[in-house]
């Protein structure tokens, strides 16, 4: 399924990942912390707290992906906060969960989304990915109905924007078309 969606995007490789195996710790609060690409991770919670954690079993039962995964409550919402640098792509995976996403595009728009459920014990990560090439994606905010002890995750978190072509290239490209016209014709 990602490789669908990355070959949907027209890249190999994401232009950022957060996958929270190094350069973070057990236990440490990832709230309101800038993140790569400018990326930031809010909670609406009090106080704030969204956990690194690395114990199997500790996200409702079911393990991190890798080592070490962050983990949310239930009832507070999680945001990826992409305003300082919008994208077009967003992907994940989520953990013990069946959530909703409410995708907030530059300008305004949004749209909701419900990904699978992810509600099992073990190892439950299940990817989704979102893309559009229209509109830059300034925020994603989760709702979350995760089960048992409303614990749920998100690891492996992926974004960037698709680059747009490039004034030269859109130029070489429209001097081809014009010599390939012009050979047409005569």
């Not at 305004?108 to 990904?115: D, I």
């Not at 229209?134 to 002890?149: A, H, K, M, P, T």
């Amino acid at each position: 399924m990602r490789s669908a969606w990355l070959n949907a995007i027209g890249t190999a490789v994401p232009q950022y990942r957060v996958d929270f195996e190094s350069g973070f710790d057990q236990g440490e609060n990832v709230a309101g912390t800038t993140l790569a690409g400018g990326m930031v991770m809010r909670s609406t919670a009090n106080p704030a707290e969204i956990l690194i954690e690395g114990r199997p079993g500790a996200i409702g039962d079911s393990n991190p992906v890798g080592y070490f995964s962050a983990i949310h409550a239930r009832d507070p919402v999680l945001i990826l906060d992409f305003s300082a640098n919008p994208v077009s792509y967003v992907g994940f995976l989520q953990i013990d969960a069946a959530l909703e996403a409410t995708i907030t595009y530059v300008g305004g728009g949004s749209a909701v989304l419900t990904p699978n459920s992810t509600g099992f014990s073990g190892d439950s990560a299940e990817f989704f990915g979102v893309f559009n090439d229209e509109f830059l994606i300034e925020e994603v905010r989760f709702g979350s109905f995760s089960w048992g002890d409303e614990i749920w995750g998100i690891d492996n978190i992926e974004y960037g924007a698709v680059p747009e072509p490039s004034g030269v290239a859109l130029l070489a490209a429209c001097s081809l078309a014009g010599l390939m016209l012009r050979r047409r014709f005569r």
